[in-house]
């Protein structure tokens, strides 16, 4: 067993301030971490900073002020814009979404995780909180409009540079209020993979939107939406992995379980049972379950929870109004890792 530990950490103030205090907190190992999937010296930082101030340029104030905290070149902090195109190896991730609730797991590997749940309330965008990757970026969140999303890898087929999906994700959050501006800046920004993205608003508006470097479709359903880590559009189906077994398999699991009649917390604890294939502990194939995130439209409750840990519930509506969570961290263990 290997103890995991998430910092939870929270932030008011402006865009640079906010990325200050982070590069105050945050571990100085994570820039070593980034630095072995991504080359900072291929990052273009003119066409990087000539995209977040086209589509949230508060974000570039935010890197500035990690850049300041840590004591090193905004060049060197661009390892966290999300901009460019990694290098790193498949995950897996699940997810069900539908107008009361969007519920998620996230697999890959602790090696590669930042370990970190965020709550922002910047100034210059929505308030917002999420599990982040490369510190600026979210692999899932909702905001204060009640809009929530989630990544779900597909493929790293042929790659462009452009945006990974962690960051659209934190773009969407700050700055879109509803599903359909969420779809509509996905289509305007530049990706660098194919990702599944998992979407649902205050309004009960649902959608998942398969996006590649080149092509951008849209599932949608009046009940429920399921996703994991393919493209189940045909006219997408080219860029799927070789190998769809496990996706397929979580897959067939949801759509089969009858879970349209199973209250919330009921799927939170699906997502979290180790005799479902939702639940995985191939960590060193980076297929391992990390944490499961939910958010419950009509409550406004976020739910988040890591293996064999105790799930910490929330009303966001709460921290918004300026009341931080007492919590600091999260406590679980992995198994196999």
């Not at 072995?36 to 086209?54: C, F, G, N, W």
């Not at 979404?97 to 998620?104: D, G, T």
Request: hydrophobic share 35%; aromatic share 10%.
């Amino acid at each position: 067993m290997k103890p995991l530990k998430i910092a939870i950490e929270q932030y008011r103030g402006t865009a640079y301030d906010i990325g200050y205090e982070q590069g105050k907190q945050i571990n100085t190992s994570l820039i070593d971490m980034f630095s072995r999937i991504v080359d900072e010296d291929e990052i273009d930082l003119t066409e990087l900073k000539k995209l977040y101030s086209i589509h949230a340029p508060h974000l570039l104030d935010e890197m500035y002020g990690l850049a300041d905290a840590l004591a090193i070149p905004f060049k060197r902090a661009a390892l966290f814009s999300g901009y460019g195109a990694p290098e790193i190896k498949g995950m897996g991730c699940s997810s069900v979404v539908n107008n009361k609730m969007l519920v998620r797991n996230y697999d890959f590997s602790p090696e590669l995780y930042d370990a970190r749940l965020v709550f922002v309330q910047p100034k210059e965008g929505y308030a917002s909180v999420g599990h982040s990757l490369h510190v600026t970026g979210r692999l899932e969140g909702v905001n204060e409009k009640g809009l929530a999303i989630a990544l779900h890898f597909v493929n790293s087929k042929e790659p462009q540079n452009g945006f990974t999906a962690a960051s659209v994700i934190r773009i969407i959050l700050d700055t879109c209020k509803n599903t359909e501006e969420a779809i509509d800046k996905i289509k305007q920004l530049p990706h660098s993979w194919s990702y599944n993205f998992s979407i649902g608003d205050a309004e009960g508006n649902t959608a998942v939107v398969e996006e590649s470097p080149f092509e951008i479709k849209v599932r949608r359903d009046e009940n429920m939406l399921f996703c994991t880590n393919h493209f189940q559009k045909e006219e997408m189906s080219r860029l799927n992995r070789e190998h769809l077994a496990g996706s397929k398999k979580r897959l067939d699991f949801l759509s089969n379980s009858e879970l349209e009649n199973r209250s919330a917390l009921a799927f939170f604890n699906t997502f979290r049972d180790s005799d479902t294939p939702l639940y995985n502990e191939a960590y060193k194939a980076f297929f391992g379950t990390l944490h499961t995130f939910a958010y419950l439209f009509d409550e406004r409750k976020v739910l988040t929870a890591i293996p064999h840990g105790e799930v910490l519930k929330f009303d966001f509506t709460e921290w918004i109004k300026g009341k931080n969570i007492e919590q600091k961290e999260l406590n679980g263990y992995l198994n196999d890792a």
